[in-house]
């Protein structure tokens, strides 16, 4: 079963049996995103990216995840479940999951889909039912290298203020250095908000940006490039945890603004 909202030219569709991930985003008939179900673009929740060994500690307490990417456990339970509807116009649709087991800790995610002529915003959030823990949330698009068969190749621009050093366990290591050229499968900072822009030459600009002040670049696959923001870095559940508390819940939010070329 999936939602489908529509903008003017846009068309946006939600597959909520699959993760509560976007499908498909079409602007004037092109489609943005990498196909296919483990694709699209997806919520990242309760933890971004890759958690060392599967474990994290909460106080005194350490806890085992299911490693889903040996060694480590990675991006959230939130990409792989149904999500329940809650509410949806010709415009925006909102969607909830109960945190459950493995996770330990109860609550409740909620992922709102807004969708504009020329932009979309999600914004997810995370609240407890009980006891106060650490959480993380994000979204993993893949937007496709080039937007028509042998058409030009997505640019990216961006100016993070650092990189998180990767080890060879792709954890970062704890250090920030100067960004390196990519490929990559990395970390950055931007402490004024994440802020990136991928231009297809002649065809489309879309601009991703959010409040959040991290955010994960992947493109070393041919097909695609990944622009993550998110609301701390990997293994964040460890080295920078953020409490979800009874009066304090986790908000995250990125906008998608596009425009067409030539």
Request: one cysteine or more; glycine letters at 12%; charged letters at 20%.
């Given at each position: 079963?999936?939602?489908?909202?529509?903008?003017?030219?846009?068309e946006l569709t939600i597959?909520?049996?699959?993760?509560?991930?976007?499908?498909?985003?079409?602007?004037?008939?092109?489609?943005?995103?990498?196909?296919?179900?483990?694709?699209?673009?997806?919520?990242?929740?309760?933890?971004?990216?890759?958690?060392?060994?599967?474990?994290?500690?909460?106080?005194?307490?350490v806890h085992q995840l299911?490693?889903?990417?040996?060694?480590?456990?990675?991006?959230?339970?939130?990409?792989?479940?149904?999500?329940?509807?809650?509410?949806?116009?010709?415009?925006?649709?909102?969607?909830?999951?109960?945190?459950?087991?493995?996770?330990?800790?109860?609550?409740?995610?909620?992922?709102?889909?807004?969708?504009?002529?020329?932009?979309?915003?999600?914004?997810?959030g995370v609240e407890t039912?009980?006891?106060?823990?650490?959480?993380?949330?994000?979204?993993?698009?893949?937007?496709?290298?080039?937007?028509?068969?042998?058409?030009?190749?997505?640019?990216?621009?961006?100016?993070?203020?650092?990189?998180?050093?990767?080890?060879?366990?792709?954890?970062?290591?704890?250090?920030?250095?100067?960004?390196?050229?990519?490929?990559?499968?990395?970390?950055?900072?931007?402490?004024?908000?994440?802020?990136?822009?991928?231009?297809?030459?002649?065809?489309?600009?879309?601009?991703?940006?959010?409040?959040?002040?991290?955010?994960?670049?992947?493109?070393?696959?041919?097909?695609?490039?990944?622009?993550?923001?998110?609301?701390?870095?990997?293994?964040?559940?460890?080295?920078?945890?953020?409490?979800?508390?009874?009066?304090?819940?986790?908000?995250?939010?990125?906008?998608?603004?596009?425009?067409?070329?030539?």
């Open positions: 079963m999936s939602t489908r909202l529509s903008a003017g030219g846009a597959d909520q049996e699959n993760g509560c991930r976007i499908s498909s985003l079409r602007v004037g008939g092109t489609e943005l995103l990498r196909q296919g179900p483990k694709y699209g673009a997806f919520p990242m929740v309760p933890w971004c990216g890759r958690t060392a060994d599967g474990r994290f500690r909460d106080g005194a307490t299911p490693l889903n990417h040996p060694p480590h456990a990675i991006h959230g339970f939130g990409r792989e479940a149904a999500w329940s509807p809650a509410h949806s116009t010709g415009t925006e649709a909102v969607f909830t999951y109960d945190l459950t087991d493995p996770w330990p800790y109860p609550g409740r995610v909620t992922q709102v889909f807004q969708l504009g002529e020329d932009a979309l915003t999600l914004t997810m039912y009980g006891d106060s823990f650490p959480a993380q949330a994000g979204w993993h698009p893949w937007f496709n290298r080039s937007l028509t068969p042998g058409g030009p190749e997505a640019q990216l621009d961006f100016a993070p203020a650092w990189q998180e050093e990767r080890g060879p366990d792709h954890i970062p290591t704890g250090h920030r250095i100067d960004p390196k050229p990519g490929p990559w499968d990395d970390c950055f900072g931007m402490p004024e908000g994440v802020d990136v822009t991928l231009t297809w030459p002649g065809a489309l600009e879309l601009k991703i940006t959010s409040r959040a002040e991290w955010v994960v670049v992947y493109d070393e696959e041919p097909q695609a490039v990944c622009v993550e923001p998110q609301s701390g870095p990997p293994n964040g559940l460890n080295t920078l945890p953020r409490l979800v508390t009874p009066v304090d819940p986790l908000e995250v939010s990125t906008t998608w603004a596009w425009r067409r070329l030539g």
